[in-house]
């Protein structure tokens, strides 16, 4: 089970997706079932089958959030260490070696962003940064034949 923390901005996330899912996507999808319903032959019907299968996904959403959100902690203020790496943090990593520069955001597993840089703060590179602390060095995987890096970190800042 993946940890129940959340940022605030994170959370606001979710309760809009699931009041746009519930209000919008789901009556537009119930109204082109039945729109494809009517048609006739539902056994051939592309609408009407991807129209089941698209509300049957949105359902799912909808379960799944209604489940989690209760559940999440939000955390809204930085912690009383800023020096160290925590839930939340914004970490500025260089990896001299290979002139390299990195910027990881530590969040819940709800709010994962790859293409912004925020990772999980259950994944295994959050679990090496907890409670580091600028100048500190940590080898992180690179993902290709130059092995594990020694990466420093420069700079924590939340927000």
């Known amino acids: 089970m993946s940890t129940p923390i959340i940022t605030r901005a994170g959370f606001r996330m979710l309760e809009a997706e699931l009041d746009r899912l519930w209000r919008v996507e789901r009556r537009e999808t119930v109204q082109a079932v039945s729109e494809a319903a009517a048609l006739g032959d539902r056994s051939e019907n592309a609408e009407y089958i ?14 799944y959030l209604q489940k989690r959100l209760p559940n999440l ?3 809204d203020r930085a912690p009383d260490d800023t020096d160290k790496v925590y839930f939340a943090a914004f970490v500025e990593m260089e990896c001299e070696a290979h002139d390299l520069e990195r910027c990881l955001r530590l969040v819940g597993p709800d709010e994962i962003d790859p293409s912004r840089g925020w990772i999980s ?39």
């Open 73 to 75: 902690k939000i955390v």
């Open 121 to 159: 703060i259950d994944s295994p590179v959050a679990r090496k940064l907890i409670g580091r602390r600028p100048g500190d060095t940590v080898r992180l995987p690179a993902g290709d034949e130059r092995g594990h890096l020694p990466w420093e970190i420069v700079e924590i800042r939340y927000e």
């Open 50 to 63: 991807y129209g089941k299968k698209r509300l049957r996904e949105i359902d799912r959403r909808i379960r």
